[in-house]
């Protein structure tokens, strides 16, 4: 199913559906353990899944083009 689901996705859904923990923290300029934290409450939430080690993804449906739109349009600083 999930082969299935990647395979029609478009560019975009697949560059969300495996966000690097170790870039976003460096985009941030904060430290790993900085984004760590915040990695475990999304976790928790169920905004975001592992995908692998040192990758997530967002699991909350259209969470990821929700935000990608507001960075887009210059909602996120």
């Known amino acids: 199913m999930a082969d299935n689901t990647m395979k029609d996705a478009s560019d975009r859904e697949r560059a969300l559906s495996y966000l690097d923990m170790a870039n976003i923290a460096d985009r941030m300029g904060k430290s790993r ?7 475990k409450r ?13 990758y997530v ?3 909350l449906p259209l969470f990821g083009e ?3 739109q ?8």
């Open 57 to 59: 993804g967002f699991d």
């Open 66 to 68: 929700f935000l990608a």
């Open 33 to 39: 353990a900085y984004a760590g934290t915040y990695r």
């Open 70 to 77: 507001k960075d887009a349009d210059g909602g996120l600083t």
């Open 42 to 54: 999304m976790l928790r939430q169920g905004i975001i899944g592992e995908r692998r080690r040192g």
